[in-house]
């Protein structure tokens, strides 16, 4: 997310609150925002609506958002409005303190840990992919049980290492490898 133009990075979280259920999210542009990046409306059931300014730090970790930018959204929002940030680093504890703050406009905090869980949980940004895991069948690798050397058929001698003198012989050359390897000096 580095990488990424900061107006694209804008956008990808535009598209993170309304798959959160924010509506006419909008981002605002980048000249004359005064630190308002997006701007959405939270409707609760019907009933109410909680407008939000939003303030995105595209941020590199350890480089964490202090109280001032909080204190910045707050003073770019209306009497109304309620603040977001979301950063790609994390908050310091002058950050968090400020942002709940008794009697001051709360400002909800998304840090870099929890902005990628919630890309990945809504799929923005993101894709998912199968791979194939491959484990073995134990019973496969078994020796031919007595059945299939009775009645003639070939059974499948199938160890999983080569042993000297065929699979049968395991358990005598396992134990002469393991006296002769505890004689080594």
């Known amino acids: 997310m580095l990488a990424i133009d900061p107006g694209q990075f804008e956008v990808l979280v ?12 909008k981002v605002t542009g980048r000249s004359g925002d005064k630190g308002i990046d997006v701007v959405a409306l939270l409707t609760m059931g019907g009933i109410t609506s909680v407008k ?56 909800a905090v998304v840090n870099g840990e929890k902005l990628l869980d919630l890309l990945m949980k809504y799929e923005i ?29 070939r059974g499948k001698k199938r160890g999983l290492w080569p042993l000297p003198g065929g699979i049968n012989s395991y358990v005598e050359h396992s134990s002469q490898c393991w006296m002769l390897w505890q004689q080594e000096p």
């Open 14 to 25: 535009a598209e993170l609150l309304e798959n959160l259920g924010y509506e006419d999210v």
């Open 52 to 107: 939000t300014v939003v303030q995105v730090k595209r941020y590199k970790t350890g480089n964490n958002i202090n109280g001032s930018i909080i204190a910045q959204l707050r003073g770019s929002a209306e009497v109304d409005q309620r603040g977001l940030v979301i950063t790609t680093s994390d908050f310091t504890k002058d950050g968090l303190s400020e942002a709940s703050a008794a009697n001051k406009m709360p400002v």
């Open 125 to 153: 940004g993101v894709k998912t992919e199968s791979l194939p895991i491959y484990s073995l069948v134990p019973d496969y690798f078994d020796n031919a049980d007595t059945e299939e050397e009775e009645d003639g058929s």
